[in-house]
Every structure is written in structure tokens, then in C-alpha cells.
């Protein structure tokens, strides 16, 4: 019969041969969980407490407490937001838990990598360098203004100034300078008007990605 | 490194350090070095949080640094392993110090270690800022914090060398052992003024030289104490005497550390030295006899090697220890399987090698007793068996062999230092689980203690307090007994447990030629 070779027949080892590797039918079901400890034979000697261990006990407890509270007791942020979690309401509103100090260390004998303040102080630049341009504009803006009102009430007393002028400037000799003063008197105000709006367009146009409707 | 001892280090620093610390002690101990960005990747940690746990680590001269091979910019850490074992050592030399020292050593030694390493002016400022130490002068800390560099209990870490680049990657320094010891100068009118606010601790002339606690002179202190506390139990108070003068000598001439005899110290020396310095007059009068009893004692520790100067005399380290560690098994075995099974492991080391039967009839031991004895010592390792198969069978049959017991003294001793090492991790863990189980309850008590305290200074009247402390009802009062009593126990075996450690450590400094890390500057 085809497929009846080597390695056809896989069946499993019968009861006898079970019996004769020492494999038992009826296994022993566990329905309890095992104890955690194995039964203690003998009974632990009990240890006597001498005057220098029980000192020992204690500054340990208080080591321990001491490092748990000291900046050197390292807990990651997660750990820190569940323990807050779990603090009882009225600890929180009395604030009784001091906020821990921060760790100092002689960053000096230990690899530059270590000291992270470098690193933040460095992340932390951006953000003062954007607050001081916004500063600076306000402090442009203002300037500005000012220039702006101080050059309007210049020019008024220009214009009154240059009125007297053009009426001795009509007794000057020479009529094409007269002419260019009058132009120069027209175009000033009309002129600034027109450079401010061509600059505004053409920044808009240079910003605009897309054409201008 | 074992397994368990990587456990018990991963608990260790757990309990001083926090988790962060943990996690990356963790990694470092599965490697030899790591750069950051190796731990930060492996821990899943931020890089901020696993250079702080490093700077900790290396702080309490845990972790170790140095520039990679490939390139001298990128440092790679590593960790002291056999340094974490120390962290539990803590209130065994604050116990010492206090012993030698009064409070005030205690007050100086608590403050550098919990600083991990510090400069004079530092520790001396936080010293005297404490409350309960205010009525001692600063005068007699600055003393007694420079005696105790004299006496090599604190020690000078490498100083720094200044370079002029300020921003250096890895920081350089200049180790020198002449160094180590030398005292700084401390001025008490700044830190007077530091302790008034009126000057800062850069101003401090000593910024550059940072101290910390030189664990291995304690160890040295406390292996001294173990041997002269044998020789006192066994021959009496005048022999623990006469040697506690022979190993003074021996470390004139001697480094500490030797691993396996000391240095030649005669006789006349001897006399000499006890003659000016102790007013035991027993023992100046039989001091030969003493010292013949020592060196024909059994423990070995005291050996006679030739006969110039009244008696040439060397300190044999190796056997002493041989000694105590195989007294410390043969208890182990005592405790565990019951007096004939240490009877059958003293027989086995009698003889070195030795047959069922022959063990049988050595022990005196019935034959089936003595068989499930030895099976049990062979199976929790105290023992080992031999195979020596007869030469030259030949025909068909079986060879014939011949199965010897015998003892492979430094596997029976590695062996029970990992079932040290793994029974104080499972009892530090132990009573972490009992703490976070009753921690509402710790709590509670801890607070009432505090309220009932602050009733007490405000002048409240006892019936009042007494109803406060009443709201802790008296079964709970019973499980918080019960808690503590098993907290104290527990931590109680844990100073047991180490005092075994360190027994077999010693066994392995002085008995074999592992490395050990032990020297004289640490």
C-alpha cells in the first residue's frame, strides 16, 4: 500500500510501553496551587538581637527613609504621576510631601554628556530668541510711530516754513531749482503715500504663493 | 557573577536608588560597558533619566567611565558589581565608627555616605548644621574627620586635572597613592560663615578634593574582628589578645591584603610590643605558652616557620579562613539535614576521598541512614562524587568503576555563597511585599504617632490623646505588631546572612586566586 514507509505510522506509544518508561495512567491532577514555600524540615534557629545589631536596624530604617526622600532617589516621571494619583486627597490639599531637591553633583568629574542642564539651557534659547524678535517689532512699531508723528508735525511747520521760503524763493534767480522745490513740496506727501503701497504690494506678492485677485 | 547575585544587586540598588537606577544597573550588569545611548535604548528610558541615574551611580563610585576604544569622545560605563554588597555593609561601619570614634565619627561618616563623596568643608558644614550636633565644636569634627583619614577610613578620590578646555567630554585624573591620605585644609571660619549664608562652598580652598568612605580598611576591620572573635571563643580572652598585637605587627611589614601568609615576625617582637603597649600581665607571663597554643590549635592561624629571634612566626590567611569557612558549611549542614550528615561531610574532608561503604563504617552511621545522608548533601552540592572507571575491561561486560565521595572545597563554598546571595535577595523582597501590603496601615500609624506628638508638645490633656489613639483599633494595632516583628526579623537575618557572605568572601580572597576586587584603596 502506497504511503505506508518509513515514518507512516505515528501513532502513539501504547499503555504498556507507557508502563515500562515508569509513566503512570492516572496522573495526579493538581487542583489546589502548590504552597509557595517547601515545608520547612527544621525549625529556623530564632536570632538573638545583640545591642550593636539593633542599632544597626535602626540606622538602617533611617538610612533608607533618608535616601528615599534625597534627590538621589531617582523615579522616572510615569511613576511620579502614578504615585500623585494615588495620594490621598487630603495629603494633596495640605501639600504635606515637600517637592524634592534637585540632585547636585560636581558635573565636572563626570562625562559632559551627563550634565543635562547644558542641554536644556541650549533647547531653552529658542524660545527667548522669538520673544525678543515680538519685543523688537512692538519696539519698532512704536518707534516708528513716533518717527511718524514726529515727521508729520515737521512737516507742517516744513510747509509753513517753506511757504515763507517760496516767497523769497520767488525772488531767486534761478527759476529751474524754484521749479524743483515746488515739485519736491507737491510730491512729498503724495509720494511716501504711493512708496508705502507699492511696498506692501510687492511684499504681499513676494508672500503669496499663489496671483493676486 | 551569578544570576542571583544579579538579583540581589538589582534589589539592592532598587531599595537605595529608586527604579531608574535600577533599570540601568540592570543593563550595565548584563554588560561589560554601555554607552548612554545603548542603556537609554535597552532600559526605555529618556536619555535625561538614565544620565541622572548614571550621575548617581557614579557619585556613589558605583559606576565606572571611560572613553571608548573606537572613539575617545564617546564614554562608556560600567559597573562595579562587587561594590553593591557594600551598600548593605552601611550601618556595620557606621556601628564601627561609632565604636572608635564616638558620635561625632558617626555624625561624619553618616553624612559622607549618604553624600556618597564630598569634600571636607561640605561634609563638615552638613555635619554641624545638624540640630543634635550643635553642642559639639566644629573644632573637635574638623579632628576627628582628619584622624579618621590618618586611620585610612575615608579616602581622596583621584583629583581632577584642571585643563584649560572648560567643556571637556571626558574629565581626566591624576592618581596618586601618596595622595590618597593627605589631610586638606579646612577652614572652620568659612564654614562658619557657609553655615550663616555669608559665603558659598566654591569659596572653600578644598573644592578639589572629594572624599569618601574606604570600604576596604572596614573590611579589613571586620575581618580582623572575625578572627580574633574565634580564637576567643575557642582558647579565652588572653590568646584573642596575644593576636590581636600579632596582627598589628604583621601589618607594619605586611599589606592587608596578602592573600596567603604574612609576613615573618619574631618572637622578641612580640614581647616586645605587648610588654609596651598592654597591661595584661597573664599574658606577659605565659606568652610563649600562649603563642604555642595558637600556633598548635587546629584553626591554623598562627604558624612557626623557623627559629631565629626566639621563634620566627607567620600569619597563615589561607588556613585560618580554610578553617572558618568549612566550620561555617559544617553549621550550614548542622542546621539542614541534622548532625550525622555534618558528622559524614567532616569524615568525606578527612579523607578526600571515600566510598559508600567505607563512609558508612567511618560515620558510624547505619547503612541506609548514612546512604540518604550523603544523597542529600550530594544533591544540595555539599559533596561531589568521583568516577574511576578500572582500566583495561575489555570483554563485553560493563567496566567496573568505583564512585568516591569527595569535597571540591571552592565549589561548596561558591555554591553557598549563591544560596546567600539569593536567600537576602528573597528576604529583601520579602519585606518589600510586607511594606507594600500594609502600607495604608504603616501609614496610619506613622501619622497618629505624629499627631499624638504634636498633641503632647501643645499640652493637650491624656484623655484626649488617648481617645485619639484610640481611632487605631486594637486589631489593627495587632497586625501592625505583627508586620514589624516580621519586618524586624527580617532585616535581622538579612545582617546575619551578610556576616556569612562576608565570611566566604574572605575564603575566596585568601584561598584562591580569584579576583576578588578587594585592595588596599578603595
Sequence with gaps: MAGR????????????????????????????????????????????????????????????????????????????????????????????????????????????????????????????????????????????????????????????????DSEQDDEMDDPEAALDDEMDDENDYGNSYFDNGEAYNEEDDNLDDGPVI | MSADYAHLCSAIVEQCFGKVSQSVSDCLFSATTRT????ASATKLSRKEVGLALSVLINFRLVNFEATKLNPFVPEYSLSRQDILCLLRYPRYIHMVQKKYGSIGASIAEELISAGSDTASATLTKCLSDEDTRADSAESYRNIFLQMITDHYIIKRPELILSEEQDEVLPKFESNECDYFRHPNVDLQLIEKIRRGEATLAEAGDSNMIWNVNYDRFHQDFRDAIMIDAIERKLGENASECFRFILKIMYKTTDPWQRKLSNQITFVDIKQTIEKKSNNLDLMKHLDQYITLLTDDSLGFLRRVGDMGGGLYVVDMEHAFQSLAFACIESVITERFGSKAARIFRVIRFKKFIEQEDLQKEAMIPAKEAKSLAYNLFQDQFIHVKAIKKAGGGGNGLAKAFYLFQI????????????????????IERSNFEKNEHTGLIDKSLRLDCIV????????????????????????VEILNKVKNRIKTLSKAELTMDQTIFLLQMYQHHCTILPTGIGKYK
Aim: aromatic share 6%; with cysteine; proline share 6%.
Design chain 1, 5 to 164: 514507509g518509513r515514518g507512516g505510522k505515528t501513532g502513539t506509544l501504547t499503555a504498556e510501553q507507557l508502563a515500562m518508561l515508569g509513566c503512570v495512567k492516572d496522573l495526579p491532577v493538581q487542583s489546589a496551587p502548590q504552597p509557595t514555600f517547601p515545608p520547612v524540615m527544621n525549625k529556623p534557629i530564632a536570632l538573638e538581637t545583640t545591642e550593636a545589631e539593633s542599632f544597626q536596624l535602626m540606622w538602617k530604617e533611617k538610612f533608607l527613609n533618608r535616601m528615599r526622600n534625597s534627590p538621589y532617589y531617582v523615579v522616572s516621571e510615569s511613576e511620579e504621576k502614578q504615585n500623585l494619583e494615588q495620594k490621598d486627597w487630603r495629603e494633596k490639599i495640605l501639600g504635606q510631601k515637600k517637592p524634592k531637591k534637585q540632585p547636585e553633583f560636581n558635573y565636572r568629574a563626570m562625562p559632559r554628556e551627563l550634565n543635562m542642564s547644558n542641554r536644556k539651557r541650549r533647547g531653552a534659547d529658542a524660545r527667548p530668541k522669538l520673544l525678543t524678535k515680538k519685543t523688537d517689532i512692538e519696539d519698532r512699531l512704536k518707534v516708528l510711530e513716533q518717527k511718524e508723528l514726529k515727521t508729520g508735525a515737521e512737516n507742517e511747520q516744513d510747509d509753513a516754513k517753506k511757504e515763507s
Design chain 2, 36 to 39: 548612554l545611548s545603548q542603556i
Design chain 2, 408 to 427: 571540591k572545597e571552592k565549589d561548596s563554598v561558591r555554591m553557598l555563597l549563591d544560596v546567600c546571595y539569593k536567600s537576602l535577595y528573597n528576604t
Design chain 2, 453 to 476: 506628638e504634636t498633641m503632647k508638645e501643645r499640652g493637650e490633656s491624656d484623655e484626649y490623646i488617648a481617645e485619639i489613639v484610640e481611632t487605631f483599633t486594637p486589631p489593627e
